[in-house]
């Protein structure tokens, strides 16, 4: 009975371990799809604030000429001349006081009162100067299904005269849809923090307001981001589930959602799941069928064909996919147990071309012959805690003097028995692709200086450095006098042609590891940082206003600039961004309205602007 009983522990033991592992397998699938949701929803959203921005500009710009104009401005001719995206997408208007369209980039068709509309009444009431972003509605101008972003139009007295109207249509925040990410069934949609659905996308079908791919809008309680499972019986139109992430749109009342269809997901698990249910099977009736005619020697033999088995399943596993390198390390043990060195026994061709041999010379390598002349103790290390806890997988950058032909690779590391399972596959590209990204998203195009992303980012830690080491930080904030006047007499690409050369005048000016930041238009920034007086700052504001003295030789023409520049300084003008950006900021306006091509200190005790003459005396307003 000793062999029944054995079996019986035996199989009850594997069956376990093969739905612990499959159960393992699902949680850790639903996990990483989760999170990738969650990436996804913060990729949508990071994409979604410049597009929004982007609107707001346009009411903003159309706003501004519309003031400066006194009215004059015809937004027709500006359709006619390229200025707006296509009306499919964009319609912008200018709404009057008394809710008559003025001028449009469509033909209004009669009178169209439009003092009704929600948009409307809230600028109408509004106490403040903010971007409407209205529920997807019928226009009544472009009689399409749109989304209404609006803006109030001052009169000199500061009082209500009408509204600037851009009208986007639902599809334009939905476009970049991406099927080799969500797949066929995939979801994305804009969410208002007033739970009102804004668009929704379901693979190629764009829904309408009328008929949204979800049923209502989720709760999305803080944190701003996050992801969970929702039911679609509960709420998706297709009844089709789906794993949903979620993140807030930075500077507005939106959340982007990405959700991935779960058949998608679970399509290949559960073609794992059958086959290692089969594979369960199969193993158990070999159990059963061994047990009644085995021997010592046939329990010997099967143990060594289980071991051959599980090798082969190792390489299959690890091999998967033809672009990695698939390796086989075996431990090389003194007498004492200690571990120095590990044998090639195994390898693909790949594995073998990332380190410059033939998969015939480099079996039977062991890796201190392998890094010959070189230093291999953080791969040892690596195998070491790979040995011990039976895993072992990260991004690992490789040295200059290591045999493996690349920069970054992703490592993944199992223990089979007492060898050890590699798998090496080449994320050099990615890395670089993810760092150029990152340098594009923190780069002012024209100017090639950072931006105010990229301020908002470095700042913080710069403020926080200081403190910690009681050190002086100054922000200088410059804006050019005489700027409009090139854009407006020798047009845009003469002020762009100014801007580079300020931008280049400012970095000569400075110290080589001070920081020059664009924050746009006219604006620049300097940070100086480890300074030990607040006259340190001053120093560097005469010669920035000195690089300004000699006129601009542009294509257009010979322009003279000048610039006018306000300094607050950390701690005594405040001690977070947002305080030292006001008031350097207020300093420079102080300028700007007096006698302009100079700089001013922003007190702390008074809150007012000190000027700092180029005489060297100080006077307080």
């Not at 051959?308 to 399943?313: D, P, V, Y």
């Not at 571990?339 to 079996?363: K, Q, S, T, W, Y």
């Not at 032909?405 to 990615?430: E, F, M, N, P, Y």
């Not at 692709?433 to 002012?444: P, Q, S």
């Amino acid at each position: 009975m000793l062999w029944p009983i054995a079996a019986i522990v035996i199989g009850a033991i594997v069956w376990q371990l093969v739905v612990l592992n499959l159960h393992h397998d699902k949680l850790l699938l639903e996990k990483q799809t989760r999170d990738k949701a969650e990436a996804l929803a913060n990729s949508y959203a990071f994409h979604l604030a410049p597009t929004l921005e982007e609107i707001d500009q346009i009411a903003l710009h159309v706003r501004y000429d519309w003031q400066l104009s006194e009215g004059r401005l015809s937004l027709e001719q500006a359709k006619r001349a390229g200025l707006f995206p296509p009306s499919s997408i964009f319609y912008v208007a200018v709404i009057d006081r008394n809710g008559m369209p003025v001028t449009g980039t469509l033909p209004t068709h009669g009178s169209v009162s439009l003092g009704d509309r929600e948009y409307f009444l809230f600028q109408k009431t509004a106490t403040q100067d903010l971007l409407y972003i209205g529920p997807p509605v019928i226009g009544r101008i472009s009689e399409r299904s749109t989304i209404l972003f609006s803006r109030r139009i001052f009169k000199p007295d500061g009082s209500f005269d009408g509204v600037v109207l851009v009208s986007v249509s639902p599809s334009y925040f939905t476009a970049d849809y991406n099927d080799s990410a969500l797949g066929i069934n995939g979801f994305v949609g804009v969410v208002g923090d007033d739970h009102v659905i804004r668009a929704t996308r379901t693979g190629q079908t764009v829904h309408p307001p009328t008929a949204q791919a979800l049923i209502s809008a989720p709760l999305f309680a803080p944190p701003a981001q996050g992801s969970a499972l929702l039911d679609g019986n509960e709420w998706f139109a297709d009844k089709r589930s789906r794993y949903v992430g979620w993140r807030a749109v930075n500077g507005y009342p939106l959340t982007a959602v990405v959700g991935l269809d779960t058949e998608a997901v679970l399509a290949p698990l559960r073609q794992h799941e059958a086959q290692v249910l089969s594979n369960s099977v199969w193993a158990t009736s070999a159990l059963a069928f061994f047990t009644l005619i085995a021997t010592a020697l046939s329990l010997r033999l099967a143990w060594r064909k289980h071991n051959m088995e599980l090798m082969q399943s190792t390489y299959r596993m690890a091999t998967e996919g033809g672009n990695e390198g698939f390796y086989i390390a075996r431990p090389i043990r003194l007498d004492d147990g200690s571990i120095p060195d590990f044998e090639v026994i195994d390898c693909n061709h790949r594995g073998a071309e990332f380190v410059r041999h033939r998969r015939e010379e480099l079996i039977g390598k062991t890796i201190l012959a392998l890094y010959a002349g070189a230093n291999p103790d953080r791969l040892i290390r690596i195998l070491h805690e790979a040995m011990q806890t039976g895993a072992f997988e990260g991004e690992v950058e490789v040295p200059s003097e290591s045999p493996v032909a690349t920069r970054w690779v992703h490592l993944k590391i199992l223990r089979s028995g007492d060898d050890l399972a590699l798998t090496l596959r080449d994320i050099s590209d990615t890395k670089a692709h993810v760092a150029d990204l990152e340098r594009r998203g923190n780069e002012d195009t024209l100017t090639g200086l950072p931006n105010r992303h990229w301020v908002q980012h470095y700042l913080p830690r710069a403020i926080e450095h200081a403190a910690a080491n009681h050190l002086m930080l100054a922000i200088l904030f410059i804006d050019l006098d005489g700027f409009k006047a090139v854009n407006d007499r020798m047009g845009h690409a003469a002020g762009d042609d100014v801007l580079r050369s300020a931008a280049r005048r400012i970095k000569d000016a400075v110290r080589p590891h001070d920081c020059v930041v664009r924050l746009g238009g006219d604006e620049f920034v300097v940070i100086l940082e480890t300074l030990t007086h607040a006259t340190d700052a001053a120093h560097v504001a005469e010669r920035i206003l000195y690089g300004f003295q000699d006129a601009f030789r542009l294509t257009a023409g010979i322009h003279s600039l000048g610039a006018s520049i306000g300094i607050s300084v950390f701690p005594d003008d405040g001690t977070d961004v947002d305080t030292l950006l006001q008031n350097a900021d207020i300093a420079m306006y102080s300028v700007k309205t007096s006698r302009k091509r100079n700089y001013r200190f922003m007190t702390n005790d008074s809150m007012n602007p000190c000027e700092v003459a180029w005489s060297k005396k100080l006077s307080c307003d």
